[in-house]
């Protein structure tokens, strides 16, 4: 029987190379695109489109650092956020820490990084202070007193009170009559500075930041510390249950390699960037939480 020559000149090498070239784009179109990951956020009574529009430039960035696109999906409140996680509608999330533990709680989310704050790191202690002539030494003496919280609900400047008072023996819903709730830490330091409050709470940063600025030296020599409360983990970053380990990862050193420029695009996180974190960072508010509701 003859034989069929095959000839294997430059021709023929181009042909194999285009049906190569082919089979390689048939398997590419048959793959799915790459789904977005979606971003969630706690914005209530807000406009979605408007929340997007603050959140877009900070999830623009982690986008181009992931290297997947990022969707933002703000929910009015925690029990829908918990209902979305479980529904696999949400892939990971930006939380208050308060908000995160009830998250956590009824979806299994967990925290894989922290905020940085502006002070630089991911912890919040509430600090205390009085006005010099007081005549108040302690956080203790504060039983009977006036004092002045932040914002009713906020971390910062409630939680981070209310632990400060706890943590030196106080009964922080008996033991202290509450004068107000102060929006900034220097609203609240005037209230004590004009006598409509003994005492106060201010973030443990913003006593160093007073004394780097000019306008903030008055506070500094009329005002003096009683003491800080524990350590407080700062803002979450949460992850679903489905999203697997190699997107954690990634979505860790996403995170990692924003600096503070990058991380404060969105004007809400006030952040600096980001530390790892994980849920046991949580515990000690966690436990706070539970006394209080005990």
Not at 95 to 120: F, M, R
Not at 237 to 245: D, N, T
Request: proline fraction near 5%; include cysteine.
């Amino acid at each position: 029987m003859a034989r069929i020559s095959v000839q294997r000149g430059p021709g023929a090498v181009f042909l194999w190379v285009g049906v190569l070239l082919l089979g390689w784009a048939a398997a590419a179109w048959g793959q799915p695109p790459v789904k977005p990951l979606a971003l969630g956020v706690k914005a209530p009574a807000a406009d979605p489109e408007e929340v997007r529009k603050v959140y877009a430039p900070f999830v623009k960035i982690l986008g181009q650092r992931l290297g997947q696109e990022v969707v933002l999906e703000p929910h009015g409140n925690t029990a829908d956020l918990g209902r979305a996680v479980q529904a696999a509608e949400i892939d990971f999330l930006l939380l208050s820490p308060t908000d995160y533990l009830e998250v956590h709680a009824a979806s299994g989310a967990e925290a894989i990084a922290s905020k940085l704050n502006k002070g630089g790191t991911p912890y919040c202690q509430g600090t205390i202070v009085t006005r010099r002539d007081s005549g108040i030494e302690s956080i203790a003496d504060l039983k009977g007193k006036r004092f002045q919280f932040g914002p009713l609900g906020t971390f910062n400047k409630y939680w981070a009170a209310l632990a400060a008072l706890m943590g030196s023996g106080l009964d922080a819903q008996r033991d202290v009559e509450v004068s107000g709730y102060g929006e900034g830490c220097d609203g609240i330091a005037d209230c004590v500075l004009r006598g409509e409050s003994d005492a106060g709470v201010i973030c443990d940063y913003s006593w160093d930041g007073w004394t780097d600025r000019a306008e903030g030296q008055r506070y500094v020599e009329e005002l003096k510390v009683l003491g800080a409360g524990p350590r407080l983990r700062d803002d979450a970053v949460a992850v679903a249950p489905h999203l697997g380990p190699d997107q954690r990862h990634r979505l860790v050193n996403a995170l990692l390699s924003l600096d503070g420029e990058d991380a404060l695009l969105a004007p809400p996180l006030k952040a600096k960037g980001f530390a790892v974190g994980s849920d046991t960072d949580y515990d000690e508010l966690r436990s706070l939480m539970q006394r209080l509701d005990g």
